[in-house]
T-cell receptor, first 116, second 111 residues
Framework: GAVVSQHPSRVICKSGTSVKIECRSL??????MFWYRQFPKQSLMLMAT?????????EQGVEKDKFLINHASLTLSTLTVTSAHPEDSSFYIC????????????FGPGTRLLVL | SQQGEEDPQALSIQEGENATMNCSYK?????LQWYRQNSGRGLVHLIL?????REKHSGRLRVTLDTSKKSSSLLITASRAADTASYFC???????????FGAGTTVTVRA
């Protein structure tokens, strides 16, 4: 199957610092990756769509300067939470679309961010 | 934006029983997908049903789709403790493969 990894799996940081989360497709090329945010016991909310070699498109209400997304290669997308605040604490999940099957998203294991 | 509504919110059953959960959505779709999420983990894709399909099976899973009612159901037969998880439906209603997730159903299978 198609495997997606995320690093780190958990991160604790101080308020005001920036945190980078990596999303890698391990055995397929992902021309498109998605970033989601999930609060406890809630559903996934799409934050942005990341296309390799182009700027990310953000969903309404998501600050692009706050959540920087870079999709520099077909196997790597990064999400940087800039100047993190406690309200940014959440579970961040990425997914990738394989060129051979663009109907199915393959999800990473998620990154739990806690901002103190 | 969230398009799917799922019910029930939570379901507790005995091992060996069947579990049924429903998903309703608002707009026309290309396909509907079901995912499983174990606590604190990522999502695992279970099954995809296209808008021109009515029923699909995969192992102990059975999914139905009624586009006239804009609803879908997921049936897990002969449940096991390992089926304990949250189950989400997600609809693909756009041309850019974005998914809109329902609120999820938390299933607990008691041994």
């Amino acid at each position: 199957g198609a495997v997606v990894s995320q690093h780190p799996s958990r991160v604790i940081c101080k308020s005001g610092t920036s945190v980078k989360i990596e999303c890698r497709s391990l055995d397929f090329q992902a021309t498109t990756m998605f970033w989601y945010r999930q609060f406890p016991k809630q559903s996934l909310m799409l934050m942005a769509t990341s296309n390799e070699g182009s700027k990310a498109t953000y969903e309404q209400g998501v600050e692009k300067d706050k959540f920087l997304i870079n999709h520099a290669s077909l196997t790597l997308s990064t999400l940087t939470v800039t100047s993190a605040h406690p309200e940014d604490s959440s579970f961040y999940i990425c997914s990738g679309l394989a060129a051979r099957n663009r109907e199915t998203q393959y999800f990473g294991p998620g990154t739990r961010l806690l901002v103190l | 934006s969230q398009q799917g509504e799922e019910d029930p919110q939570a379901l507790s059953i005995q091992e060996g029983e069947n579990a049924t959960m429903n998903c309703s959505y608002k707009t026309s779709i290309n396909n509907l997908q079901w995912y499983r999420q174990n606590s604190g983990r990522g999502l695992v894709h279970l099954i995809l049903i296209r808008s021109n399909e009515r029923e699909k099976h995969s192992g102990r899973l059975r999914v139905t789709l009624d586009t006239s009612k804009k609803s879908s159901s997921l049936l897990i037969t002969a449940s096991r403790a390992a089926d304990t998880a949250s189950y989400f439906c997600a609809t693909d209603a756009s041309h850019d493969y974005k998914l809109s997730f329902g609120a999820g159903t938390t299933v607990t299978v008691r041994a």
